[in-house]
């Protein structure tokens, strides 16, 4: 049994195991982020509730709990507080007061009072009696905030009435039209709910907590002379520019940072100040590192980053000072607020990925459309486990006490519920956090973040049924690209979440309603400049719906701005002066040349296919000739930036794989992530490519969210990679480090043969701070293992990597039982991590740990189903312990995955001889017969072993005997066809193999038990042939072979009873006793010589008779 497959024997690669967020964690700055919590309950009694719910601190009456256990995070309040209707606020004060005793799941002794009521507040439905003018600001909230096709001018005089709040909402409309989200959250309404400063109470609260309060009490003030319509739509109005602002710095551009030349007499000022954040956290950006120096003075508390980062918190120097703005996050802001921004982001024990551009953003358009969208649900924190029971069942508190008017708090809920846009842009929201998320790509099996999970299917649900089962227009046209748009945006949030499917059934659902025709064909066709014969391609043909059918023509009053979005295509002729390959397939058919005109939204809808075509097929080429077809489609057409620049960058992706296409592909993505910046860049190489040949913040944006356009992160990421891959190691080890994963760094520089390089590296990440990651990749490179040994001591022993390098270490230098404590050890931590596991269980093999090999090839198997040697391992080990019967399954998967390993074969045919399976033993020999037999097979496969076919033929002949003695007609039927397959066996060994003498033997005893005289003749004779080798006669053991088989010889001979054959065993006999006569004249004569002239006399005597 192979223990030790050949893949298996090496080291582990540094990233075999590791994953993105491993690598945000360990570049983090922590200052700045409240680890301190409390996960004890709290019985909270009639007197107590009134105590806290006045706003006094409720903390004395919670039991602590040990620092050791404040990275545990912070559990979700449960309890419920109704703001009723005018109507029924003085009954429902007196039912609050009188309430019986409740029980809260508090976080922490500082997380109680206003904090927990405001967590999980539940308003009573009313219905609010809208003026004309509030109609007509739903009616426009409807028609600009859904999706609609092209570009939709706002109308500010369809409003009608002239007053200072309608002429505010006016100018907010006008703002988000022409894409200027920062204005928008620089306005009079951003500010006054965002841009005062904290409150005294606030530290109890976290950050988006203290959003929501703000929300509620802007609602809540009954001085406000604004109808809650007004303020609604102002509110979502800045949700959606917070969302659209963060898009615009994270995926599409373009960006806000000073590459461009600044205005004059803003030279100082960062385009971000005074909204990134706003003043209401002012504390908190300024005041991070005091806090990390030990100030008491906090500001705001945030969610707890969970125990899955702790390997990096014990690594974070207490006395740290603020590192520089990275130049990729662009901000104004430090890395301890942006570190606290990202703690309130974390969801399910992910953490978002660090090199992210200002996610204050996100965090702050989360927290309004979420409470627009859904007023009446409790805040939830996405870092928890929600346990839905305690919010059923949780009590009713007075919600007087947290400040908030009740008429007002009741109309908001109404008045959010009858905006049209809030459920669609908070999915929008919701998916753009999924996409922050750091997990490590294709290896995200769909069970990442199920809290972002059941929300997006919950808000996808309710727009489903609002906008694609309903008709919400009178224009039938535009309820069709609503419906359409709806269903390709949740298709899409089903692959970002890589749900069963990936979104397949909604594309087509999208396809259906749009009513598009798509017809994937082949055609002849011209690839190459210099092809003189067409040959079959790819086509495909798309019609929209026939009140949109129009050909495409030459140009158009747009042809100019469709120039600029041309301009993004790198061709093949400005890569190199002899390209081969034409831009466009030339197909022999003209009409096939010629395409329908399609709206942008049809051309999502193809992007949304030749993405399920992907999604379902391995990446070969075939696969991408489809997925090309697709594309090609779509860039016949050039009218939206975003859409142009998806299907360049797929199409750029399918041509790295080709020879005459990668040059072009690898500087079409370095082009496209080049376009997100106002820098000058060698694909963008003057100020009027910036300015003037680039598309606005809001046209980029306008059909983002129906496309798969990556963040620029993983546009980077996946730039450098594509250079690592060709050898541009050194450039790749650049955009790494922008990135700040650390080690493809090393890694590049290692490849690079710059060791020396990658050590500076390491060494100066470590002398800014001392992180247990970095340490570790100091280890791999210096072989020190003093370096692993930090690494643990600054992550408490927590950080895997460093006991999965101790354990290589150990196990190169030969000390097993060092190196398999600390493969647990890390195993303990992370226990996915297939490989590790397999190498415990050869070093316990080795050791003669049999349960815990077993147990190790156990979880591979479970981990990694598809892995053969670790199948054949749990079977060796099942072998060993004398468990034939668990032994055999295990090999049956293990030949699943690969039938060439003549190992498994091997001991696939003991175990079936143990269990008596002598069919299936029989083909596992023919199958070592056939492996042996080809052309390059290995000298190391053996033939089928002696004992294997005596136990085979001997089994098999008493089966038989057993069912006739038993008169069983189907074990009698069952027995025939196994000694049929055995025959065809034993022929295509004596025919295929060495000749052997024992082979010869058992099929004459076979075929003696058969009744076939004639062969038991034939094989002996063979087999007296095969052992006529030199010096038999000196053997003693092959003296009593030759004597045993000549008389058999001479029995059949006898048997037979002709003069003949009779002959023939007297010449055979005197032979064979000369021969042994002469080799022992020296020596005592061997006893078998008269047993010889015993069967010589017997011979003469049956002779005689015969005469």
Known sequence: MNAFPASQNGGFSSDTDSDDSDVAFACMDFSGVDFGGDDDDVIVGE???????????????????????????????????????????????????????????????????KKNALSSIIFHEIELDLTEVDKKILAIEKDQLLPFSGKMTFDASSIGEDNDEVNELKELFSLLENGHYADILRSHVALGLFGSDLKDDASELTMIEQMKRNVLEYFSTETHSNSQIIRCAELEIIGIASLNLFL???????????????????????????INPHGMFRALDSD?????????????????????????????????????????????????????????????????????????????????????????????????????SNIKDAAIADPASLGINSVGGANFAAGAKLLSGASLWNARAIVAHRRLISTKRDDDDGQTCPTLWNEAEAMFSRCL????????????????????????????????????????????????????????????GKRTKYQQKATAQYLVRAKPSSQEATVQEAADSTSEKKAHIEKQMIKHDEVSDDALLLEKIKF????????????????????????????????????????????????????????????LLERAWLECERTHGRERAILQIQALADQHSNRLTLTQSTFKSVEEDS??????????????????????????????????????????????????????????????????????????????????????LTKDPQYFERSLELSNGKFHDAHVALGNFYFDKGELRKSLEHFLGGLEIKPLMPTVWFRVGTISMQLSEWDTALKAFTEVVQQEPEEGDAWANVAAVHMHNRRAEEAYPALIES??????????????????????????????????????????????????????????????????HDAR???????????????????????????????????????????????????????????????QSVGWEENPVKISQMTTLVKEIFSYHKTNGTKEGLLKSKLLINGVMKKIRDASCDSKTPSEVAELDALLLDLEKTMASTS
């Open 465 to 524: 049924a609002a906008f694609c089962e309903k008709v919400i227009f009178d224009d039938e046209h535009r309820n069709t690209h609503v419906a359409t748009e709806v269903m390709l945006e949740w298709g899409l949030a089903q692959h970002h979440f890589r749900q069963v499917g990936r979104g397949k059934k909604s594309f087509n659902k999208a396809l259906e309603i749009s009513k598009l025709e798509v017809e994937v064909t082949g055609a002849e």
């Open 695 to 780: 598309a606005p913040a809001q046209d980029r944006l306008r059909n983002l969210h129906g496309i798969v356009y990556p963040p620029r992160w993983d546009m980077l990421r996946d730039l450098a990679e594509r250079y690592a891959k060709i050898g541009i190691v050194t450039s790749a080890a650049e955009i790494f480090e922008e990135l700040e994963l650390w080690d493809d760094v090393v890694e590049c520089y290692r490849v690079a043969g710059k060791e020396s390089k990658a050590e500076e590296v390491v060494r100066a990440r470590l002398a800014e701070k001392e992180t247990p990651r970095m340490y570790a990749a100091l280890g791999d």
């Open 965 to 1027: 003695a038993t008169s069983d007609e189907i074990a009698l039927d069952s027995s025939k066809r196994t000694l049929t397959r055995v025959k065809q066996l034993l022929d295509k060994m004596k025919s295929s193999t060495k000749s052997e003498p024992w082979l010869f033997e058992i099929s004459a005893h076979f075929n003696e038990e058969m009744g076939w005289r004639e062969e038991v003749f034939n094989d002996l004779m063979k087999e007296y042939r095969t052992l």
């Open 248 to 274: 615009q710095l994270n995926y599409t551009g373009p960006s806000m940072d000073r590459g461009m030349k600044p205005e004059e007499g803003k030279e100082d000022q960062h385009p971000l100040d005074g």
């Open 47 to 113: 007197e107590e509730a009134d105590v806290k719910a006045s706003g006094d601190d409720g903390g004395s009456e919670a039991k602590a709990k040990d620092d050791d256990d404040c990275d545990e995070g912070i559990k979700n309040e449960s309890l419920n507080v109704v703001v009723p209707s005018s109507s029924q606020e003085n009954d429902q004060e007196k039912t609050s007061a009188s309430s019986e005793s409740v029980r809260t799941f508090s976080s922490s002794s500082n997380h109680a009072g």
């Open 895 to 960: 030949l699943k995955q690969n039938r060439n390993n003549w190992r498994v074969w091997v001991s696939k045919l003991y175990t079936c001889i143990d269990l008596k399976k002598y069919d299936e033993a029989v083909q596992t020999c023919m199958e070592l017969i056939n492996l042996k037999a080809r052309r390059k097979s290995s000298d190391l496969i053996p033939t089928p072993e002696e004992k294997c076919v005596r136990a085979i033929v001997g089994g098999s002949m008493q089966n038989y």
């Open 288 to 388: 991070a590192n005091t806090k990390s120096q030990g100030s008491t003075k906090t500001g705001v508390s945030v969610s707890t980053p969970l125990s899955s980062i702790s390997e990096d918190i014990a690594g974070t120097s207490n006395t740290q000072k603020d590192a520089g703005i990275h130049s990729l996050k662009e901000t104004n802001t430090t890395d301890a607020f942006h570190n606290a921004v990202l703690s309130e982001l974390a969801v399910d024990g992910e953490w978002p990925f660090q090199v992210c551009i200002a996610p204050y953003f996100l965090l702050l358009s989360r927290a309004i459309l979420s409470v627009l969208a859904e007023p009446t649900r409790p805040f939830r924190f996405w870092s928890e486990k929600e346990n839905l």
């Open 588 to 647: 022999e058919e003209q009409d096939d040349n010629v395409h329908y005109n399609l709206p942008i939204l049809d051309q999502s809808t193809l992007l949304a296919l030749c993405l399920d075509v992907k999604n379902d097929n391995p990446m070969d080429g075939l696969t991408g000739e489809q997925m090309g077809a697709f594309l090609a489609r779509v860039l016949h057409q050039h009218d939206d930036w975003m859409v142009y620049a998806t299907a």
